[in-house]
């Protein structure tokens, strides 16, 4: 071991000294997942490769372990700096494990930012979060009013009471609820993100409220079993099922008609947009400290709040238009 | 132990048993270990062509993350398997005591007690293991697929979805600390366990018992070695071991999650395994497992500086372990006729 290490040391010295002035032209930026494979991410990486060619200069390292490990991610991450690329974008596995080997990526003047899954605050520049709880919760009233031009009683199904994402954004909501004066929230029921009570607490909401218009379901879980709760009831295009859902699972309900529509996060926009973030940063034409404001080309502006964090936009609206291209991602 | 008798076990009985200190230049020539050096040599010289950043002092010192704790335990694991057994608990072992010190680190605890319980912690692993094995009997690899999820359910029990952060400074200097220039904290530990247990294995009478074992149990116990006890102290030992990588790795990632180390067991086993120990017993070098480790490195950090993707780099280890493993049986096939 220690004779290889001399001979490895003496003969990479000699090496670096050569090597040191090859440079690459373009800004490399790594976009490193949780895990390869997973069609949120590979959907990311599409988003990333538009901002790449929207900006020209830029060479994009997609990459990540094969498995959701701490571990995996920290040997490509130091991979990564070993190449000396100019930025990192991680989605991490592990809020904390992540830091020592993101704080050294920082010492060697890589710019490190984390989106989707964030890293602690000493561990990257900024976190940008696909959306935030304010935007969340205005966006899922606003669905349900769209869809109701005369007005008429919504009710909510959410997933437990102790659902703290949940809770903030249905609190979120109400604070905002004013704005949509002709649609009244008539109640909130809990399926706690089971399948089979949430389609019965869809069916009570039915039985409860004749004239609902309107169930917003902010889970995944929770808007699928509604659907099919209304689908069953013979009540497509009475009651309206909206809320946040993935694309995968909704499309045969948004087509059937028992969802006009529903919201979660673009992959494809946050991948662009981290990639534009980081472009930004490691360009030197933006600087992440509170109240900062980072352009995200054509997503807008990421403003940094007091923890360096920054939420991308509304969530992003899925439709007939627009699910099947979805669907197909995640 | 008894006495020196049992050094002079018959070796003409089957498969020889190895021994490096009579073994001609001309052998060792021919041996696994020079075999495994050309590759690492090749696998070197390949990289350094592909990639412009392969040989930097910095770049290769990260680069022994890679396998410095999986390779701590492979020490242990590769006497482990010599001896005939295998310990496929070392990845929740490391969770347990990492665990463990996340408790005591909670709790207020300093770097030394922390250190202490993590060691004391893997020592206790490996007792349990070797009382189940060598005191009732049972089956290894029954043994230790069952106390893999035992180790890490507790783990799991006790931190949920949550995590342990907030080491001690003084802890980082295990996982991330610098003895000398590059030389990381890691590789001297690496170092010295080499060290330590290439001369357990191949200069006492401890280690001639192991191979004893290993080739023959029952024989290995009529000649009056006490196997069962041997046994127990080889679990001891991985268990050790377990407790040295845990305090590394949690140094290094500077927190706990249940999920840390998740999958090491089998990556210890590939290094052991492609380090020419034979996974039926009997056979196998403490320098060739260095070796093996360094093969291991070499590839995973070249591939990941040419941004190869984690699923095509395992199709790559998996086919360069049974390439290895088949070279020399292809060869002697090919020279018989």
Redesign the interface.
């Known amino acids: 071991?220690?004779i290889?290490?001399k001979a490895?040391?003496t003969?990479?010295?000699a090496?670096?000294l050569i090597?040191g002035s090859?440079q690459a032209e373009d800004m490399r930026i790594a976009l490193v997942v949780k895990?390869?494979?997973i069609g949120f991410f590979e959907a990311a990486n599409k988003g990333a490769q538009e901002a790449a060619e929207e900006l020209g200069d830029v060479e994009i390292?997609y990459?990540?372990?094969?498995?959701t490990?701490?571990?995996?991610q920290?040997?490509?991450i130091?991979?990564l700096?070993?190449?000396?690329v100019d930025a990192i974008a991680v989605s991490a596995n592990?809020?904390?494990?992540l830091?020592?080997t993101l704080k050294k990526a920082m010492q060697r003047g890589i710019t490190v930012i984390s989106w989707d899954s964030g890293v602690?605050a000493e561990g990257r520049q900024m976190h940008l979060s696909p959306s935030s709880a304010p935007l969340i919760g205005n966006m899922i009233i606003k669905l349900a009013a769209d869809n109701l031009p005369e007005g008429g009683e919504v009710a909510v199904l959410s997933a437990t009471t102790t659902s703290t994402n949940q809770n903030t954004w249905i609190e979120e909501m109400n604070k905002v609820a004013g704005n949509y004066p002709d649609v009244k929230v008539v109640g909130t029921v809990y399926g706690d993100d089971l399948a089979d009570k949430s389609y019965r607490e869809a069916q009570g909401l039915m039985q409860t409220y004749p004239d609902l218009k309107a169930i917003i379901a902010p889970t995944s879980v929770g808007i699928v079993a509604a659907a099919q709760a209304v689908t069953d009831a013979g009540k497509i295009g009475e009651v309206n099922v909206t809320g946040l859902g993935l694309p995968s699972e909704m499309a045969g309900h948004v087509k059937s008609g028992a969802s006009k529509s529903f919201a979660i996060w673009n992959p494809i926009d946050l991948g662009y947009s981290a990639t534009m973030i980081a472009y930004h940063l490691a360009k030197g034409d933006a600087t992440a400290e509170p109240g900062a404001t980072i352009p995200m080309g054509r997503m807008g502006e990421a403003t940094l709040d007091d923890n360096t964090e920054a939420a991308m936009a509304d969530p992003f609206v899925y439709d007939e238009s627009n699910v099947d291209e979805f669907s197909s991602i995640f | 132990m008894s006495d020196a008798t049992t050094t002079s076990v018959p070796a003409a009985s089957g498969r020889n048993i190895p021994d490096r200190l009579i073994s001609p230049a001309a052998r060792a020539l021919k041996s696994w270990e020079m075999l495994l050096l050309i590759v690492a040599a090749a696998i070197f010289i390949a990289n350094s062509l592909a990639s412009p950043y392969f040989l930097d002092p910095w770049n290769l010192s990260d680069a022994t993350f890679n396998f410095t704790e999986k390779a701590m335990i492979a020490f242990a694991m590769a006497m482990l398997i010599v001896a005939g057994d295998i310990d496929l608990s070392v990845g929740s072992a490391i969770a347990l005591c990492s665990t463990v010190m996340g408790l005591a680190m909670a709790a207020g605890a300093g770097t030394p007690v922390l250190v202490l319980l993590g060691l004391g912690t893997g020592l206790a692993c490996g007792a349990f293991n070797g009382l189940l094995v060598a005191r009732f009997g049972l089956p290894s690899i029954v043994v230790t697929i069952g106390t893999m999820s035992l180790f890490r359910g507790i783990s799991y029990i006790v931190l949920g979805d949550g995590a342990f952060t907030g080491y001690p400074a003084s802890f980082a200097w295990f996982g991330q600390g610098y003895v000398f220039w590059v030389i990381t904290v890691e590789m001297v530990i690496f170092t010295l366990a080499a060290i330590v247990f290439g001369v357990i294995l191949h200069l006492t009478n401890f280690g001639r018992m192991v191979y004893a074992i290993g080739n023959n149990a029952t024989a290995a116990r009529f000649s009056g070695i006490r196997v069962d006890r041997i046994r127990f102290i080889l679990f001891l030992l991985t268990g050790l071991m377990s407790g040295i990588a845990a305090i590394c790795l949690t140094s290094r990632l500077g927190s706990t999650r249940p999920s840390i180390a998740t999958g090491f067991e089998l990556e210890v086993v590939t290094i052991v395994v492609l380090g020419g120990v034979s996974i039926l017993g009997g056979s196998g070098s403490i320098p060739g497992v260095v070796i093996a480790a360094l093969v291991m490195g070499l590839v995973t950090f070249g591939l990941g500086l040419l941004n190869v993707p984690g699923i095509v780099m395992s199709i790559i280890v998996g086919a360069l372990l049974i390439g290895v493993i088949a070279l020399p049986r292809l060869w002697s096939m090919l020279r018989r006729g």
């Not at chain 1, 490990?69 to 995996?72: F, I, L, Q, R």
């Not at chain 1, 592990?94 to 494990?97: I, S």
């Open positions: 071991m220690s290889l290490t490895l040391t003969a990479a010295m090496t670096a090597a090859a895990a390869l494979g390292i990459t990540g372990p094969t498995d490990t701490a571990e995996g920290i040997e490509v130091n991979s700096i070993a190449q000396k592990d809020t904390d494990a830091v020592p602690a």
